[in-house]
């Protein structure tokens, strides 16, 4: 009796299947332990940040697309092509999937020499664009992010975006990421983001960001 009550209970899952409602976007796992940036991000924070609120936007993204014409379009396209609540956790999942990329316990501390150059004709030096992040970081109001961007001709630009803004809605590629939410750094720097800014350079992997700038679009 029992058997039959799976049975059934298997197959009415199989059948009523809902395309638009299957999970498309798992959640990506982060690719060092969430201890392992510590002291700079502390496993408290990386728990938060990945499980609770990366996680978070794609569930909720999972419930936005059901029924949306957008439903089994790739991330980015769904970022460039929606608005609103859509766009929100659509843009915020993807934000995230490229700073935890962008940040690793043992980061290469240069950039390519194609990067390098890039950074020395349009900031002047490394340290000249690590100031210009964190001044923008520290200036921009509420929750936001600070990009490092290129355009197709390798033309470097440091946008400050609110909320979930991005680059990618520009034309330009984000290189690297900067989450100024308060949930990237209150549980480890209460209300000191310019500190959490400071410190997050030394995890910064430039190997990554030096990566997305070769294959910019
Ligand atoms: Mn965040």
Redesign the pocket.
């Known amino acids: 009796m029992l058997m039959i009550l799976f049975i059934t209970l298997f197959v009415r899952m199989m059948t009523t299947a809902d395309p638009a409602t299957d999970v498309r976007y798992a959640v990506r796992e982060l690719p060092y332990g969430y201890g392992a940036l510590a002291p700079v991000l502390s496993e408290e924070t990386m728990r938060f ?1 990945h499980d609770k ?2 996680a978070g936007y794609l569930a909720r993204l999972e419930e936005l697309l059901i029924d949306s014409p957008l439903a089994g379009q790739p991330l980015e396209d769904i970022v460039l092509a929606a608005d609103g609540a859509l766009f929100n956790n659509a843009a915020q999942a993807w934000n ?1 999937e490229l700073y935890f990329e962008q940040l690793s316990p043992q980061p290469v501390r240069a950039p390519s020499a194609e990067l390098a150059a890039a950074i020395e004709r349009d900031f002047g030096s490394l340290d000249a664009l690590c100031t210009q992040m964190n001044r923008a970081a520290a200036g921009l109001f509420g929750s936001g992010w600070v990009w490092l961007a290129a355009d197709r001709e390798g033309r470097l630009a440091i946008f400050a975006e609110a909320n979930a803004g991005n680059p990618i809605l520009r034309g330009w590629t984000p290189l690297l990421g900067i ?1 100024v ?1 308060e ?2 750094y209150y549980i480890d720097y209460r209300n000191r983001r310019a500190d959490a800014v400071a410190a997050l350079w030394s995890v910064v992997d430039w190997q990554t960001v030096s990566h997305r700038y070769a294959r910019r679009r």
């Open positions: 940040h609120h990366y995230h989450d939410w949930h990237a």
